[in-house]
C-alpha cells in the first residue's frame, strides 16, 4: 500500500478508543500503517466533540496518539459544516465531510475510513468500512 491520507470519522475514532469494539482491530491496523510512515491520518475535531459527547474521553484519547493529525475547525470549515447541516447531513459527520472533500492539499481528497458509509451518500467523498 502506498502512502494515502485518511479520514477518521467520528465511528472510527470511538473503534479505536475502544478495545472491545468489533472493528477496533481493523481500525489500529490503520494506526499502525500510519505509524510505520505508509499513510497519514486525520481526526476532525468536531467530529470528535460530538463523538466525545456520546464516549467521553474519545477526544483527548485521539489527540493524545502521535500518528493521528487533528483537523482543525476553522472558517471555511464552518462556511462548509452551515451548508452541510441546512442540506440535511448530521452534525458528527459535517466535519469529516469538509477534510475528506478535494483541496489545494488534496486535490483527489482523502479517504474516509467510516462504520456508516451511509452517512456519506451523495457527498462525493470516497467513504469506506475498514472491512471494505
Known sequence: MGAIAVVLDHTTATALHDPKDPFNEAVAAFY??????????????LSLTV?????????????G???I????????????????LHAGHPWAA???????????????GRYLLTLSPELYEGTGIQAVHPDQ
Open 51 to 63: 463523538g466525545d459527547v456520546e464516549r467521553p474521553g474519545l477526544l483527548a484519547y485521539i489527540n
Open 65 to 67: 496518539l502521535r500518528f
Open 94 to 108: 459535517v466535519h469529516a465531510i469538509y477534510t475528506a472533500r478535494p483541496s489545494a492539499e488534496f486535490p483527489a
Open 32 to 45: 499502525v500503517q500510519a505509524s510505520g510512515g505508509l499513510g497519514t491520518l486525520y481526526a476532525p475535531v
Open 69 to 84: 493529525k487533528i483537523e482543525p475547525f476553522d472558517t471555511e470549515a464552518a462556511l462548509t459544516a452551515s451548508e452541510l
